[in-house]
């Protein structure tokens, strides 16, 4: 499989930069050719440009509809010859436009065990519900929201004196284990996708 990635971002970016250190440590063998903010704040932008990785800043506001700023985003991500898309908090809904760009080669981090949880704020939904397992899911990004064949999921506990915070701070620990394990899983092409199902073939 093509081992370049295209990393599309909102935020701070911790998972963009755990994936930039696995690259960086050996340990996971790709090479990010491009991250793309829909923000221009967006903090992974300098994470990015401190590891002398191109960023864009494509902000979806300059698009009349959510299909034309798909269709810039792919064109931007084939023209940098990308294989595996990854979002990294990119809080941006996909239309299927990309979706259809990058068949069963779009991942999606998501901070709750899904299909529990899914949508905005995961970490505080688990704890206001008080469940007493919550964690982190790696999955592939198809028409429906939060609900694509899952890759890759860990556990982590709730503890009784939990905050939200220390909570999404647990799981964001174990988020960063995680994602560079699924990109790697994925670039080795040993799995198939069976109805919902994601299946190692190896
Ligand atoms: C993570 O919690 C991820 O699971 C969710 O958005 C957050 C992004 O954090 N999709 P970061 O920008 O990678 O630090």
């Known amino acids: 499989m093509n081992r370049n990635l295209g990393i599309l ?30 923000r ?8 990015a440009r401190a590891a002398g990785i191109e960023t864009l800043f494509l902000s979806h506001r300059a698009f009349a509809s959510r299909e034309a700023y798909d269709h810039a985003l792919a064109h931007e991500l084939r023209a940098r010859d990308v294989g595996l898309v990854c979002l990294a908090g990119f809080m941006r809904l996909l239309s299927p436009v990309l979706i259809e760009a990058f068949p069963n080669a779009i991942l999606n981090i998501h901070p709750a065990l899904l299909p529990a949880f899914p949508g905005l704020d995961a970490q505080h939904q688990a704890w206001a ?28 506990p709730v503890l009784e004196d939990d905050t939200p915070d220390s909570l999404s701070a647990r799981i964001l620990e174990v988020e960063h284990q995680l994602y560079p394990e699924a990109v790697r899983l994925l670039l080795s092409g040993q799995w198939r996708v069976d109805g919902r199902r994601f299946r190692r073939t190896a």
């Open 40 to 47: 221009a704040d967006a903090g992974g932008l300098d994470r």
């Open 129 to 156: 519900h008080g469940v007493k397992v919550s964690g982190a899911t790696v999955h592939l990004v198809d028409c429906d929201l939060d609900a694509g064949p899952i890759v890759l999921q860990r556990t982590v």
């Open 9 to 38: 971002i909102s935020g701070r970016g911790s998972n963009l930069q755990a994936i930039i250190d696995a690259i960086a440590a050996g340990t996971l063998d790709a090479r990010v050719a491009i991250v793309i903010a829909n």
